[in-house]
């Protein structure tokens, strides 16, 4: 098969929860393991840092790849879902696994494909640890893909356990309340292993010091531990949190002997995420002014609070209008994201070119009972281009509500 073939073939023979939602869900760990154990079993040859959690974790995996990347190691990145490239969920040293290779990978992998029938994600999960352990990367930093307990990346023992927050999402797997789904977030937990909680919340803290507790790891809460201020290159309203959740975690690596931690590498580290791990989407400027115009994947209520807030707080400061390109899925939970959105923007409903994308008529509809106004388009692009062009030049055109719109609009 062609590069492209190969891609046909798993975007369509595989479900993929991106584009069926729920149906595409592997409720158990049996096909990855069986995957796995076809190719050798490449995660027991990777030493691991598993990344959890409902808001960050993308961020915080970037921001410890990073550093390990300045302290001269060779880092694997795995990564999900991609904005605009299948690749960039798979990355060495900030470089996309190669072509070649997912072709290489799935021509071998077809056999138990066909015998299993693994969901999307299991074969990039496989296929990422397949790659790292033929790159030989020294450090492997692994980001949940959905919960925790049962995700297909919970196959690995890692050195070191990180969970940011606890938010609500996907509660149609995870449950519906905050001790419910720190439960399952909890499962990346592993005996004797160490592990970082980002976040001190009242609900969940009893949930994961009783998980740590029970398998004999050792748990520190990042936030209640002395803070440190880096320069960065990060730009949202979480960087500082991210940055001292990594920089916790980091601290327990070298408490573990398992990392010679130099403060100057950190800040070299976290001042340069973008040119070290290919980091993108989150809070990206895509034009400077005239209008400004940023883009933002946060898609739950706990993202896209602090999203709105600085949103406000900088179209208070430039003194002009708020324009807002708004996309979702079609299983988002909108009685807790709309009431979050301002009702002086002025919006452009739209729908990500995914099966799973809710028709912008239909958000519409939903956002008119919150007070939110504005007129629907078909495509991302088509509401893009109409916000970009209606804005005046002190206005700010925002871009969000789901990773899926976000990629329609990223260079």
Request: proline share 5%; with cysteine.
């Given at each position: 098969?062609t ?15 991106q ?6 869900m592997?409720?158990?760990l ?5 995957l796995?154990?076809?190719?050798s079993n490449?995660e ?10 409902t808001n960050?974790?993308?961020?915080v ?7 390990l990347?300045?302290?001269g ?9 991609h904005?605009?490239?299948f690749?960039?969920?798979i ?9 070649a ?8 992998i077809q056999p138990?494909?066909?015998r299993?029938?693994?969901?999307f994600?299991e ?10 352990a033929r790159a ?14 049962l ?8 050195e ?7 938010g609500?999402?996907?509660m149609?797997?995870?449950g519906?309340?905050?001790?419910e789904i ?5 499962g ?7 592990v970082v909680?980002g ?15 029970a398998?004999?790891?050792?748990i520190?809460f990042?936030?209640q ?7 960065t290159?990060l730009?949202?309203?979480?960087a500082e949190?991210?940055?001292q ?6 601290q327990?690596l ?7 931690l130099e ?8 001042s340069?995420?973008n ?5 993108i989407?989150?809070?990206q ?15 739950n ?11 406000q707080?900088?179209?208070?400061e430039?003194?002009?209008k708020l324009h807002?390109?708004?996309g979702?899925?079609?299983d ?14 002025i919006?452009?409903f739209?729908?990500a070119d995914?099966?799973?994308g809710?028709?912008a008529?239909?958000l519409r ?8 106004v ?13 916000a970009?062009?209606?804005a ?20």
């Amino acid at each position: 098969m062609t590069y492209p073939e190969t891609l046909h073939y798993l975007f369509t023979r595989l479900p993929m929860y991106q584009r069926t939602g729920d149906s595409a869900m592997k409720k158990d760990l049996t096909n990855i393991r069986a995957l796995l154990a076809d190719l050798s079993n490449p995660e027991q040859q990777l030493r691991c840092i598993h990344v959890g959690g409902t808001n960050g974790k993308g961020t915080v995996s970037h921001l410890l790849a990073a550093a390990l990347r300045a302290h001269g190691f060779r880092v694997g990145l795995y990564t999900s879902p991609h904005y605009k490239d299948f690749r960039e969920r798979i990355k060495v040293d900030g470089t996309f696994i190669p072509e070649a290779e997912v072709v290489a990978f799935t021509e071998r992998i077809q056999p138990a494909i066909e015998r299993l029938n693994p969901s999307f994600f299991e074969i990039t999960v496989a296929m990422a640890f397949d790659h790292f352990a033929r790159a030989r990367v020294q450090w492997a930093v692994v980001e949940v893909g959905l919960g925790g307990r049962l995700d297909s990346t919970n196959v690995i023992d890692p050195e070191l356990a990180v969970i940011t927050n606890i938010g609500y999402d996907h509660m149609q797997f995870l449950g519906t309340t905050l001790p419910e789904i720190a439960g399952e977030k909890a499962g990346i937990i592993k005996a004797g292993r160490p592990v970082v909680i980002g976040e001190t919340q009242p609900e969940t803290e009893p949930v994961f010091r009783q998980r740590a507790a029970a398998v004999g790891a050792d748990i520190v809460f990042a936030d209640q531990l002395p803070r440190r201020a880096f320069e960065t290159d990060l730009r949202g309203p979480f960087a500082e949190k991210n940055l001292q959740t990594a920089w916790i975690a980091l601290q327990q690596l070298a408490a573990g002997r398992k990392l010679s931690l130099e403060s100057e590498k950190v800040d070299y580290a976290f001042s340069h995420v973008n040119e070290l791990t290919y980091y993108i989407g989150r809070w990206q400027t895509l034009r400077e002014d005239h209008p400004l115009v940023l883009a933002d994947s946060a898609h739950n209520g706990e993202g896209l609070r602090p999203v709105l807030e600085r949103l406000q707080e900088l179209r208070r400061e430039r003194g002009g209008k708020l324009h807002i390109v708004l996309g979702v899925v079609n299983d988002k939970d909108l009685t807790k994201a709309l009431p979050l959105f301002p009702t002086d923007a002025i919006y452009y409903f739209v729908k990500a070119d995914i099966p799973r994308g809710l028709p912008a008529t239909d958000l519409r509809g939903a956002a008119g009972g919150y007070g939110l106004v504005g007129q629907a388009y078909p495509t991302v692009g088509e509401g893009y281009r109409a916000a970009v062009a209606a804005a005046a030049d002190d206005d700010i055109v925002f871009v969000g509500g789901s990773i899926f719109t976000v990629a329609e609009v990223l260079p």
